[in-house]
């Protein structure tokens, strides 16, 4: 058992399942709608709580009446809650529109909520970075940077150091796998060892301090529900990291561990609002 700290969003989800896909202009139905909890810090703590390890938490949470209900909801899952902060901003519920074929569709609230403290991860393994603006000081940062794996920060001026850090195609398209390096090197520092990169459905690219490899993807059965598909890769990773395994086959236990929580959400993550 290992013990890891996330950083990032823990919200809720408004799930509406279509009957087709998205078309500009058009009109769409929908089958049903469900509220449940989501966000990266959620997803990827969860599925880590599930393999047996213990999670702290630092995230934003409203502190409205459902912020509460959210908050002792988390408490009850078995994370540590004790870096989570308080925020004025009322809970806004995160649309996701879902597709038959299992694509979805997220509509961003215009102000995010931001974790503001310094971070405190001192009985933490591992940190485990899923934020669109940096967290903590410089220079707790620099002195954590050994236990980091953080996803690219997609401003390009922006420094986060870290050991490994985690990467879509989808959001950096065009580039190659030097310049990809290139950016991985200037972002994390001294520290970094490896980028893992996915890119959905095709291989993950592990490039970084040895051999660059690749990593297949098995398909999934049509209209499996992907939401969530990049945090559950990285619960997989940091599982796999702990355990002490070297990058690629790190990265091959995230894709299977990541197939696994698509195929049965409910064991994993799923945390449906009022069940």
Known sequence: MASFLMVGSAHVDRVWRLTGPLVPGGRQR??????????GAFHTGSVLLALGHKVGLATALS?????????????????????????????????????????????????????????DADGADLVYLNVRNRPGRPETLDRLAPRIVSQLPLDREERRPSRILVASRSDLPGLSDAALLTRALGVAGPAFEWLVVTAGAQPVTVLGNGPSATVPVPPLPAGTDTTGAG??????????????????DA???????GRQVLLDRARFVDARIGS
């Open 231 to 248: 945090d559950f890769f990285a619960a997989g990773l940091l599982d796999g990291l702990a355990q002490g395994m070297a990058a690629a």
């Open 251 to 257: 990265a091959g236990h995230a894709v299977e561990i």
């Open 30 to 39: 929908h089958t049903g709608v469900e509220s449940r909890y989501g966000g």
């Open 63 to 119: 502190g409205d009446e459902t912020g509460r209900r959210h908050r002792q909801a988390l408490a009850d899952r078995g994370f540590d809650l004790a870096a989570v902060e308080t925020v004025e901003q009322p809970t806004e519920p995160l649309e996701i529109l879902l597709d038959p074929a299992g694509d979805r569709t997220i509509l961003l609230p215009a102000v995010p909520r931001v974790i503001q403290a310094d971070l």
